[in-house]
């Protein structure tokens, strides 16, 4: 590459451009110098910090949402392209961390373990969520992936004197970088198919999403293409949870910190869903032969396990894990519909992406306040009469737990119809059938978790007196008025789902 | 302000306020009472603000119109539609609402669930707003149920006495069977004219386009039956003076359960003559049934209760003969004078500690001035005396009765007169009784002997709404006392745009102001259908009886009064009919023995269907299908759960496995 190659390359370099990815890794850097010189008696502002910076970010980027945003075009030499959906995902990351970091106060404040760190990891993990899903180029791509999920390794595990935290750690250490292996092999082949300059179209920048994207479409049919995109494909559903890569999910969840089991499945699973969205309708468009019926066979078993194995679990990190499991699988529905190209697919997903987040948060909300000292033993028994000690907990679980199966007039609900109605104008009718199956399946476990918490009494008598489970104090007006926001903006959702998102 | 924001502020004060309570304040007591009652102020402001703004055209349409859902052509709009039929009805809630939250703070001052209670009245002014502003059936349906649950919640206020639960359940469940001929008329509807939406409907009906529809008409009739309480849905009005007297007065006696009338008056146009005929018979009829049924109770709140049966059924008579504007006018009246006697009787409840029998009352006049003369302000309005409120609705509703069935030639409508104007003899019989029997004599008890005059949170109201609403809010209507003020914006005591629809109903386009709305009517059955008093008052001058329409209602009134004072003395301790005639006094009670029918059906035919219904559920569905089904995904989950070892050497093998999958896939071999 000459020289002016290179000054049209930083042309494109417009930091300006990332300002919010540029502001959240400020923001982590803030809590860290505060980490290094604050006084220990004055360390309890960093959470503060943490937060009310995000908030700040959030509400400049929710603020933004509305305006018209035109696509930049490929920034930093082809690293990075803005689409459609980049602000909503802006926002969804940074409303998703401020959340985890909540949460993480009130988990912190019952573990004997360093602070600062998670809020500074929790931050960074976002800022590179949010450049994940506009990476335009595999090394991007890689490079923020990898950012991701090497603060998860640190995060599930955060809880060191846990043997469950522990294990989970070291359980998503080696599953992620096999899948992590399987995805750069994937990536390897695409580069070494697209290099060759014996193929039509072979390019030189084989990273690149579009040039990578005009050379598949000469192409589709070179083995070593189909191969390359189904090692990647196998690296994302590891993201994901998709079916045969869930095997982690219950595991990692229960062991992982109940904040840090929130991340993995909100922040972690939409970031893999946007990758994608991104590699179907962009470099892998061509492959449509092959990636729906690839999609279509793991959305239906990822559904379908996902609900059948939840059923019977009495502990609840894991009935969240397996039921996330099902909720990537009706998500899958969603980007089948979207290779076949139907546009209303891409903003169901998101919509469904962004109910999930409400009704998730209100959910582990809950939990978290319920949880004691030993955080992954969190079972079911444990919300026994729940309504009658705590109401108002009750009713946001009613809520979260409502609106994750799906129940009008919850923003589930819609999600779920947004993506069936997906679904269906793509003409996917057994996709359609088994997610119904899998709904249907749901509200078992989903309701389950409710009759506890409103209905069942403690079989024997002698039971009342002496509670094997913790027993939380009152809820404090700041967990009150945001669990609340949550439920709130989860019953609005489902009620004037109009104009969020144009239409 | 833009009236669209108002709208939007009008309805959000009292949802924020029932929120605020339900989650800070459930045990706030005193602060709960406050928020509430600032809420009902502001609404009180807000409305009159609207009122005052208005420049008479109807706003609707889509700039006052959000979409809610929309599925294709399909679509469920949120919005409003504000005439003059909303603005007399925005003005009653708003300003007779107000007074009764005022008028709760006192009365409930020793009560220890004042945030549940406060909240729920709360919820009510919410759910009324809605019910007055809302644009189309859909929306008005669901206020309509918001409604029905506020006023279960508060009947039910005292939920530890048996029959306090018992009665909101009934409440609940009679108004179900209302609202399911409601909602299958709204969809009959929709089905029919392809939009629910008032104006539209309208529209549609003016233009000759579509023909209104009696099948429509008559279920969502029902709708009106369950509400307001008509046969044969009329039984659970009087158990619902289990309530709290400020939720009687507020709820069951001038907001709600008017609401009826009100949603009939709203889709008047797409009332055939069929169906008004029906509903003149049924109200009719229970106008002077209620009246005689009040007679056989001694609990002065039930007695009140089937009053407001009987008026509800005045309301009835006058929309069934076609007069809307009259319906609605005796509506406001009504909400004056009623909630002033449910008032009174609060205040007397709450002085006698919570005695309810009239018979252990007595001499409560010297004991409770304010109380007395309200009480006797409301009962000469309610009995229509000349000069206060009621006479200028009630006597109009019964000579408009005679008029159309001159003007028609048609006898039947001169039976419609007999019935009403003997409900006019049983107002004053019972209200004479009452009056007689708590407020004269001697205190039959000891609770009365130590009652003493309520404090200013509850006489204040009593002044405003008994003394000067009860006696001056039918002046607009009189010949010689409509003057007018504040530049015109109010006559007499009212707002004018709030008298506009009571005085002229649908015709207001004749002078111009409301052109192209319903006057047009393509079969009006006589010559002032779809008006209101003035029309009413044209058919009484043509029957050329005007005379002898006044003076026998007046006859009947004093006869009433009269007898009453003979009959049952001052301050009696006894029903002095119950002691000579207990075989008529019983019937009275009885109410038609419909509480016994009904429980009869539900016991001996619904319950056994039930039964035999529930045996089917048990084997097929919840054996065969559910339990069958469940089972078998258990089973798979105790497999698939079994997957999960833990090992983590076999989790690498399931992502070789996996990837093994994909690529199998890739090359064509799946």
Known sequence: MNYNGFQELAATNQWSAIWPELSMAGIGLLVLCLDLFLP?????????????????LLAVLVMGCGCATESTGPLFGGMIESGP??????????????????LGVSYLSRQNLPRSEFYLLTIFVSGAMMLLVQSSNFVMLFVSLETVTIGFYVLVSYCRYSPFSLEAGLKYLILGALSSAILLFGIVLLYGAASNPALAQSTTDSMNFAALGKFIAATPEEPLVLVGAVLVLCGICFKIGAVPFQIWVPDVYQGAPTPVTAFLAVSSKAAGFLVLMNLVAGPFAALSKLTVPLLSAIAIITILFGNITALGQRNVKRVIGLSGIAHAGYLLVGVVAMAVGVALAPWAIIFYLFAYLFASFAVFGVMVHLAGVEDEIQEIDHYQKLAERQPFLAGVLAIGLGSLAGIPPLAGFIGKLLLFIAAFQAELYTLLGAAII????????????????????????????????????????????????????TVLMGLFQRGIFGG | MDTLALFNILLFIPLVSAGIIALFLRRGGIVAAGVSVLAALGIAVVSFMILFGWNGEPLGGDHYSYTWLEFGTYQINLGYYFTYESATMLAVVAFVGFFIHVFSVGYMDDDQNKGRFFGGLSIFMFSM???????????????????????????????????????????????????????????????????ADFAEINALIASGEKHAVTGIGLLLMCGFLGKSAQFPLQVWLTDAMAGPTPVSALIHAATMVAAGVYFMVRIFFLLTPDVLEVIMWICAAMAMLAGFWALGQSDIKKSLAYSTLSHLGYMGTALGLGFPGLAIMHMAMHACFKATLFLCSGSVIHACHHEQDMFKMGGLWKKMPITGTAFLFATLSIAAVPMFAGYYSKDTIIGAAFGVGAETGNSAYYGVWALVLIAALTTSLYMGRMFYVVFLGKPNSEKAEHAHESNLWMTVPLIVLGIFLSLGAGWFASSTLDFKW???????????????????????????????????HVDKPHHGYGGGFTAAHHAIDASGQKTMLEGSSFAMMLLGFIFTFFY?????????????????????????????????????????????????????????LVRGTAGVAGLFGMVSRSLHVGNIHGYVYWFLAGVLFFGAFALGML
């Open chain 1, 40 to 56: 220990s008696s004055r360390k309890r502002l960093i959470p503060l910090v943490a937060i009310f910076g995000q908030l700040a």
């Open chain 1, 85 to 102: 959906y980049t602000p909503y995902m802006r926002a969804f990351f940074v409303l998703s961390s401020t959340l985890v970091c909540y």
């Open chain 1, 438 to 489: 899998g709904v249907v399946i749901s509200v078992y476990y989903y309701f389950g978790w409710m009759r506890e918490a409103f209905f069942i009494k403690p079989a024997l008598p002698g039971d009342e007196a002496r509670p094997s489970y913790p027993m939380p104090g009152a809820v404090g007006i700041i967990h009150k008025l945001t669990l609340g926001l949550l439920v709130v903006i």
């Open chain 2, 129 to 195: 707003l809605g019910i007055v502003l809302a644009s189309n059936l859909f929306m008005i349906f669901i206020f309509w149920e918001l409604v029905g649950f506020s006023s279960y919640m508060l009947i039910a206020h005292y939920w530890d006495k048996d029959f306090a639960a018992a009665a909101s359940k009934k409440a609940f469940i009679v108004n179900r069977i209302g609202d399911f001929g409601f909602l299958v008329g709204i969809a009959w509807a929709y089905h029919y004219f392809g939009t």
């Open chain 2, 486 to 520: 504040a530049n015109g914006e109010m006559t007499a005591m009212l707002p004018t745009d709030a008298t506009t629809f009571m005085m002229d109903g649908y015709d207001v386009a004749e002078d111009g102001s409301h052109a192209g709305d319903t006057a047009h």
């Open chain 2, 568 to 624: 049952y003395g001052l301050g009696p301790s006894k029903d002095k009919l119950q002691t000579q005639l207990p075989g008529l006094y019983n019937a009275l009670a009885k109410h038609g023995w419909f509480d016994d029918i009904y429980d009869w059906y539900v016991a001996e035919v619904q319950e056994r269907f039930a039964n035999i219904l529930a045996t089917l559920d048990q084997l097929l569905i919840s054996g065969l």
